[in-house]
Every structure is written in structure tokens, then in C-alpha cells.
T-cell receptor, first 118, second 117 residues
Framework: AQKVTQAQTEISVVEKEDVTLDCVYE???????LFWYKQPPSGELVFLIR????DEQNEISGRYSWNFQKSTSSFNFTITASQVVDSAVYFC????WGYGGATNKLIFGTGTLLAVQP | DARVTQTPRDKVTEMGQEVTMRCQPI?????VFWYRQTMMQGLELLAY????????DSGMPKDRFSAEMPDATLATLKIQPSEPRDSAVYFC???????????????FGPGTRLLVL
């Protein structure tokens, strides 16, 4: 069964600290996509990154970086030098490529609330 | 800056009333999704369409919910009759899926916050 687990319900850090949000997934497929979305207090869901199962290269975008490890079924997200504006709920999600084409359903984790204190 | 739009942004209604939520996907996207977010269930998929055809609505309570795409620029989600347990934020998302290309990112609208009294 497909499942995404974000074990950290809430994380609180002080500005400029680094923080890592954990994501562990379960899937039977060999082809799949992993995503991170950000949900700030305003409520919208903002796409951050997509990774496919064949690309295990880590990615860095500014202060954000992602570590994808198939061996541990993890897709962790690190924010370096956190800022108050990073305060949000962050969701990890999984999408499978089913027979005949992508199923495209996103299976979301329960989210991690990140609070960055000034 | 292409975005998914949703109307209304907020809706308060009384139990038993019909509620219609609308979504305009990003121009050119061929897949539209409806999600519901609640504290208890988190984000859950209700239904989705590709090229306006419904592909999966197994997440939707069939007796009161219905989803349609009258045209490529409009998706609707209706609840009739509404119940207090339907109170949630309803998100629409759109994406572009090309035949044989396993590549798709879903872009979300701002959501419709529904409160059923």
C-alpha cells in the first residue's frame, strides 16, 4: 500500500538554525514521484519540488535542499539558516506511475508544522 | 503568472443547502483534482478528471457529492444536501499529463473554506 509518513508533527527552531523535515514513504511501484509542498498560514499549497524515483541526486535551491535515498525510502527536506517566513506546514507526497500511465493521485503525509521563532 | 483559481474563497451555509464550488485550472492543463483538507483526515483526494473525463471519484461520498467539468476551463464540485461534517477546505489542483510521459506536478488553487452550520 502507498503511504507517506511524516513523523514530526511540530518543530520549533530559532531563526538562523538549520532544520530537517523527515519523510518516509512506502510503495510497491518502481516508478513514482515524490513531492514537497508548503502551506503557509494563508492556507494555499505551494509546490516546492518534484523528484522521480530514478533520480537520486540531491537537490539544492537556495536555502532549501532535498535528500532522496531509495535505500531507506526517505525524501528529507532541509532548510538552512531558517527564517520566520519559513514558518508553515510542510507536506511530503507520493504519486505513483501505474500500469498504462501515471495514476497521478497524490498521497500526502500528515504534514510537519514548522515554527521559526525570531 | 498562471494560477489555479477557485471561487468562492469562503462559504458559510446552513445544513441542507446546496453548495457549489468552482475551479478554473491553469490554461492548457488537462488534469484537474479535487482535494479536501480537514484536521482529522488531512488532505484526501475526492475526485479527478483528465481531458474532462472523470477518472476516479472513489474518494467522494456519492450520495451527496458530485463533480463535473462542463468545459476545459471550469470544474465544479457540488454538495447537496450539505452537512456539518462537510466543513473543510476544498482544494482544486491542475496538472498537465502527456501520453507516455511520466511527469506531472499538481498546482493548487487557494482553496474554498466551507463551513456548514
Amino acid at each position: 500500500a502507498q503511504k507517506v509518513t511524516q513523523a514530526q508533527t511540530e518543530i520549533s527552531v530559532v531563526e538562523k538554525e538549520d532544520v530537517t523535515l523527515d519523510c518516509v514513504y512506502e510503495t510497491r511501484d518502481t516508478t513514482y514521484y515524490l513531492f514537497w509542498y508548503k502551506q503557509p498560514p494563508s492556507g494555499e499549497l505551494v509546490f516546492l519540488i518534484r523528484r522521480n524515483s530514478f533520480d537520486e541526486q540531491n537537490e539544492i535551491s537556495g536555502r532549501y535542499s532535498w535528500n532522496f535515498q531509495k535505500s531507506t525510502s526517505s525524501f528529507n527536506f532541509t532548510i538552512t539558516a531558517s527564517q520566520v517566513v519559513d514558518s508553515a506546514v510542510y507536506f511530503c507526497a507520493l504519486s505513483e506511475w501505474g500500469y498504462g500511465g501515471a495514476t497521478n493521485k497524490l498521497i500526502f503525509g500528515t504534514g510537519t508544522l514548522l515554527a521559526v521563532q525570531p | 503568472d498562471a494560477r489555479v483559481t477557485q471561487t468562492p474563497r469562503d462559504k458559510v451555509t446552513e445544513m441542507g443547502q446546496e453548495v457549489t464550488m468552482r475551479c478554473q485550472p491553469i490554461l492548457g492543463h488537462n488534469t484537474v483534482f479535487w482535494y479536501r483538507q480537514t484536521m482529522m483526515q488531512g488532505l484526501e483526494l475526492l475526485a479527478y478528471f483528465r481531458n474532462r473525463a472523470p477518472l476516479d471519484d472513489s474518494g467522494m461520498p456519492k450520495d451527496r457529492f458530485s463533480a463535473e467539468m462542463p468545459d476545459a476551463t471550469l470544474a465544479t464540485l457540488k454538495i447537496q444536501p450539505s452537512e456539518p461534517r462537510d466543513s473543510a477546505v476544498y482544494f482544486c489542483a491542475s496538472g498537465l499529463v502527456l501520453a507516455g510521459v511520466p511527469d506531472e506536478t499538481q498546482y493548487f488553487g487557494p482553496g474554498t473554506r466551507l463551513l456548514v452550520l
